[in-house]
């Protein structure tokens, strides 16, 4: 039937959209309306409208508006007729030209550096395209209709079984589906916590918050914003030096590879910050961050794995897989669940319950561990030629940290600082 939307999208190859709407009656909205489009460029030289029945059908007025329209807008010169061929945008009808704004000049191509040092970026060309298309495929078809629907702000029950129990067998963590709550990353899930930019509070917990010495200067500055308070953790060569905390009721560590300097967190102050939780009735936010990619021996396990109860455990995809998916998980000691809920909203706002099914899938199918496996063999190699090219040429170099992840810390002689930075710019 001509009058079917089907139809006339078909005709003119696209939706037309038009507004009946201002003084004049229909008529004359409908001209201003469709001029509009053509002068704006919505309807390009040459495209065919659709026959007066099915656009006075689709719009809900009489036949002869719309011809009496057409015709208008011929005699206008915006349209034209012709016998066979229907009516179209005349060829010479000229769109829109933005002349108020200065049009933006592209800004100079930048020159890609020879080498990407950049620190803990995942090698972007390794992205398991086939696998994770196959995963994403088998989600769309199996997944029912009530997935295309609001998600719940939990996440998908596929995903957290899934993760509960990939988690449990490469690191260590205790929890059960129920406590694990989707987020789209561990910048995500440090707003749930601390609550968003401006204050105001809205989070679960509350500062003052203790932060290792160095971290991550992304972290701090949200957490600035969000009005809640840090204080700074020192450091040694066995990590956070758990002795120095202080009256805070929470503290955020990378246990597994401290972020930046690169070590695990000495095993005796991994027991020591669980019973400084456990006795001040606090929180250890766990930053779960690479901990896969361990290259000398086995991945260090989680400290969640010690007191379920005492810390949170935040892991996410971006190291393992690539930080463009933006999916993360929260493991929550049981009195958080129902608050980082409350926090997160009552529909799943975030984190693509589609791509939650994939990686539900690309989990439980291995090939999450299959490309963790690659990319650690990999890492390990492009770390390797690191070291030996540094060792090559520049012995008086300092190079740590290079156990674990995706960075490495190099210590440059003393004075050498401004030299080196002028060099490699
Ligand atoms: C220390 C640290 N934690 C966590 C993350 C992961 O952040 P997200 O999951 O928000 O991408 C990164 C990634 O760059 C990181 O460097």
């Known amino acids: 039937m001509d009058g079917s939307w089907v139809n006339y999208a078909e005709r003119i190859g696209a939706d037309l959209h038009l507004e009946l709407s201002g003084p004049g009656g229909r008529r004359a909205a409908l001209i201003r309306s469709l001029r509009e489009a053509v002068r704006g460029g919505r309807l390009a030289p040459g495209t065919r409208l659709p026959p007066y029945r099915s656009l ?18 011929v005699a206008e010169g915006w349209l ?37 040092l950049r620190q803990g970026t995942p090698d972007a060309s390794s992205f398991p395209r086939a696998a994770w298309l196959a995963s994403y495929r088998r989600a769309l078809q199996q997944a029912p209709n009530e997935v295309f629907g609001p998600g719940d702000p939990a996440g998908r029950v596929e995903l957290r079984e899934a993760l509960t129990e990939y988690l449990a067998r490469a690191r260590g963590v205790r929890t059960e589906p129920d406590r694990i709550v989707i987020c789209s990353g561990f910048a995500h899930a440090l707003r749930l916590l ?21 971290g991550l200067g992304f972290h701090r500055e949200l957490l600035a914003a969000a009005g809640v308070r840090t204080v700074p953790l020192p450091l040694d060569e ?18 597994a590879h401290q972020f930046p300097t690169g070590g695990p967190l000495d095993p005796a102050r991994r027991a020591a910050v669980v019973d400084w939780a456990r006795a001040r009735g606090g929180v250890i936010v766990e930053d779960d961050y690479d901990g896969e990619f361990r290259y ?32 993360g998980w929260m493991v929550l000691p049981e009195r958080y669940v129902d608050d980082v809920l409350a926090a997160k909203g009552e529909r799943e706002a975030w984190a693509s319950v589609l791509d939650q099914l994939s990686l539900a899938d690309f989990i439980s199918r291995g090939s999450y561990d299959r490309h963790v496996r690659r ?15 540094l ?30 930075v002028k060099a490699a710019t």
């Open 296 to 327: 000398d021996r086995k991945p260090v396990g989680a400290v969640q794995g010690l007191d379920p109860e005492r810390v949170i455990f935040v892991g996410s995809v971006s190291k393992s897989l690539s930080p463009a998916v933006r999916l």
């Open 238 to 255: 066995h990590g956070a030096r758990i002795e120095r905390l202080g009256r805070e009721r929470a503290v955020l560590l990378t246990p």
């Open 375 to 389: 990319m650690r063999q990999r890492y390990r190699s492009r770390r390797d030629r690191l070291a030996a090219a």
């Open 194 to 214: 601390f609550g968003q930019a401006g204050g105001g509070g809205g989070g679960v917990l509350r500062g003052p918050l203790a932060v290792e010495a160095y």
């Open 56 to 73: 006075a059908a689709d719009l809900g007025v009489a036949r002869n508006t719309v011809a009496d329209a057409y015709a208008e807008l």
């Open 80 to 116: 034209t007729a012709r016998q066979g061929s229907g009516t179209r945008v005349a060829e010479r009808a000229e769109p829109l030209r933005h002349t108020a704004r200065v049009p933006r000049k592209a800004p100079p191509r930048a020159r890609g550096p020879r080498h990407d």
């Open 391 to 420: 060792a090559a040429h520049a012995p008086h170099v300092e190079v740590t940290g290079v156990a674990a992840g995706l960075h490495a810390v190099l210590r440059l002689p003393p004075g050498t600082e401004r030299s080196t």
